[in-house]
């Protein structure tokens, strides 16, 4: 026989770290409740087939938010080319202010104006 029950806004209460384990509370029509008991495996695979259910909403119920799936490999390309010039260049940072050298003076320069630069499309950068 098929239960049914809804969500009613309660926390996952954490049961273990590790391994992951909870157990999300739902209220049966006739008010008992029931425990859906989730580990790491089964938390993803509900919110991804929940995303999957909202994102066939139309009109009022359309969705509104947006899923990327990373699967532009120009996009990844693009990067991690980018993630290894900010690399670089904070290296270069780095590397100027071990040292404390005076030909390493306008590499610092350029090093904090790319840092700089950077900050300023976005990146997060820490120094």
């Known amino acids: 026989m098929t239960k049914i029950v ?9 049961v273990s770290r590790n391994p992951l384990r909870g157990a999300l ?3 049966t029509d006739d008010d008992d409740t ?3 008991e989730l580990d790491r495996d089964s938390a993803e695979w509900l919110v991804s087939a929940l995303v999957e259910f909202l994102m066939k909403g139309d ?5 509104k938010m947006t899923v990327e799936t990373g699967t532009d490999a120009e996009s990844r390309h693009r990067d991690q080319v980018l993630s290894a010039i ?4 904070l290296a270069a940072y780095q590397a ?8 390493f003076g306008n590499c ?6 790319a840092l700089a630069s950077l900050e300023s499309v976005g990146f997060r950068v820490v120094r």
Do not use: M
Request: aromatic content about 10%.
């Open 34 to 36: 029931t425990v859906l």
């Open 59 to 63: 009109g009022a119920d359309a969705p």
């Open 6 to 14: 809804e969500y009613q806004d309660s926390d996952v209460t954490v």
């Open 25 to 27: 509370e739902l209220v």
């Open 108 to 113: 610092a320069t350029f090093a904090e104006t």
């Open 96 to 103: 100027t202010l071990y040292e404390n050298n005076d030909p």
């Open 86 to 89: 900010f690399e670089g260049i």
